[in-house]
C-alpha cells in the first residue's frame, strides 16, 4: 500500500545526543515536510524539501538537520542543539508545492522524550 | 509572520447537533484553506479543503469562506461521537521571500461530543 512510514514511533535519547528520525514515502510526491507539534500547539515546519538535494528551513529550524539524497526519503537529526526537543514529530509529503496545494499526507509520528 | 488563530475550545456538543468551528487568517493574499481532523495521539488527516468564497459540502461536513472578512469555517451537521477529536484550519500562502507556497497552521480547536 502506499503511504509514508516514520520510525522509530517512540525515541528517548538523553541529553547531549543526537538522534535521527526516518521518513520514508511510496506515493511518488515530489514535495516532504517535517512538522513538530507539542501538547496544546498545532503543527510547526521544522524543513521541507521540494526536490532532491534541496530544501529550506522552516519556522523553527534551529537545532534540527535534514538530508534529501533521494526522492523517497527525508530523515531528521535532532541535535543536542535543540534546547527542548521533547515533541511529537511529523512527516508529511505533497505533490509540488504550489497555489492550491495543502493536501499533505502525514506519516504516524515519532514521539521523542529526552531523559 | 503569516498567522492562523482558532478559538482552542474545548467545544462540546451533543450528538446529533451542528457543530462550528471557526478560524481566522491575517495574509489577505492566502489563496487556499483546509481542514485537518487529528484523532489524540495520531496524525491529522485532510477533510475538507475550499478555495472560493462561499460554501462547500461534503457529506455531513460544510465549509464556509468569506475572504472579506479572512474567516474560514467549519460546519458538522448531525455530530456524532466519533467526531471528536482536534480540528486543525491550515491556509496556504506565499512565504515571506514571496518565492514559495507555505501551509501554516492554527493550533486547532478540540471537539468533544456527547452521547
Known sequence: ???????????????GQNVTLSCEQNLNHDA?????????QGLRLIYYSQIVNDFQKGDIAEGYSVSREKKESFPLTVTSAQKNPTAFYLC?????????????????GSRLTVL | QKEVEQNSGPLSVPEGAIASL????????SQSFFWYRQYSGKSPELIMFIYSNGDKEDGRFTAQLNKASQYVSLLIRDSQPS?????LCAVNHLNSGGSN??????????LTVNP
Request: glycine share 14%; hydrophobic share 25%; net charge neutral.
Open chain 1, 1 to 15: 500500500d502506499g503511504g509514508i512510514t516514520q520510525s522509530p514511533k517512540y525515541l528517548f535519547r538523553k541529553e
Open chain 1, 32 to 40: 516532504m515536510y517535517w512538522y513538530r507539534q507539542d501538547p496544546g
Open chain 1, 92 to 108: 508529511a509529503s505533497s505533490f509540488l508545492a504550489g497555489v492550491n496545494t495543502g493536501e499533505l499526507f502525514f506519516g504516524e
Open chain 2, 22 to 29: 471557526n478560524c481566522t487568517y491575517s495574509d489577505r493574499g
Open chain 2, 83 to 87: 467526531d471528536s477529536a482536534t480540528y
Open chain 2, 101 to 110: 507556497y507555505k501551509l501554516t497552521f492554527g493550533k486547532g480547536t478540540l
